[in-house]
């Protein structure tokens, strides 16, 4: 049996508890919940009490590692992995994350490496919205590749974002061209699996984003494209909710203890 602690205990963090409670995870313990918000982190707590099981409520960074976790699940954002990430690694503690976003530096992704190696830990990095991340390392490790990446949001979902402006409601409009690194900069938690798929193939630096606003589009659609001398590769991408994040998470937690992972 494998114990497991959740830094986010928001909707994505909440499919991850259900499965734990519906009988998905069944080699997994859930022992402990962390959130700035400790009512949100005491409801994962009371759902584990409905099966007979104890999950610690968590209110510092220190109380979760105490826990001991085979595994830390991050459903919480970049800012939270980089404070978590290096204390779990040494800690002898496996993540797995969403917030692939802080991962976009490349000097804290070299040291979030070094320090897995040295602790005999790893990070797993969850599919989120998006996937084919073993087709992109394929085709990347093939060699002479370039890869880019394209998401549509609803206007809605922009709000809070320097880019956003009320004449969005009514027009569509690409309202960013760059890398992945400039991506994240600008929206710190909207655009991870862009930082996913390019870790998974070309870097950060080299892979292409452009983000398209729609007046009333609901969801998110993410493409991902990929090209070498041999190959052309795309990855299609739509989700009407965030909910695909959270079951990627579960189906990563399924992969690390399965005798076949996909």
């Not at 992704?109 to 599919?127: P, W």
């Not at 394929?138 to 880019?163: H, S, Y």
Request: proline fraction near 4%; include cysteine; charge should be neutral.
């Amino acid at each position: 049996m494998k114990t497991f602690v959740i830094v986010g205990c928001g909707r994505l963090a909440g499919i991850v508890s259900e499965a734990v409670v519906r009988g998905l995870l069944p080699e997994y313990e859930l022992v402990g919940a962390y959130s700035r918000t400790v009512a949100k982190a005491e409801r994962i707590a009371r759902q584990m009490e409905k099966i007979g099981k104890r999950c610690a409520v968590c209110t510092t960074a220190d109380e979760v590692l105490a826990l001991k976790p085979d595994i830390l699940v991050e459903t919480a954002s970049p800012a939270a992995l980089r404070e978590f990430a290096i204390p779990a690694l040494k800690n002898g503690t496996s993540i797995v994350t969403l917030s692939i976003g802080a991962l976009a530096d490349d000097s804290f992704y070299q040291e979030v490496c070094e320090t897995a190696k040295e602790n005999g830990t790893r990070i797993y990095i969850a599919s989120g919205a998006t996937g084919g991340f073993d087709v992109l390392r394929t085709a990347a490790l093939m060699g002479n590749a370039t890869a880019r990446f394209f998401n549509e949001k609803g206007p809605d979902a922009l709000k809070g974002t320097p880019v956003y402006e009320d004449a969005l409601q009514n027009e569509q409009k690409v309202v960013f061209t760059g890398n992945a690194v400039e991506a994240i900069r600008l929206f710190p938690t909207k655009v991870n699996v862009t930082v996913a798929a390019s870790r998974a193939s070309v870097g950060p630096e080299a892979m292409q984003v452009t983000i398209q606003s729609t007046p009333g589009f609901k969801g998110d659609t993410q493409k991902v494209e990929i090209r070498n001398d041999q190959v052309h590769a795309v990855v299609d991408v739509y989700s009407a909710t965030a909910e695909i994040a959270g079951w990627s998470v579960v189906n990563t937690l399924l992969n690390i203890v399965s005798p076949i992972v996909f």
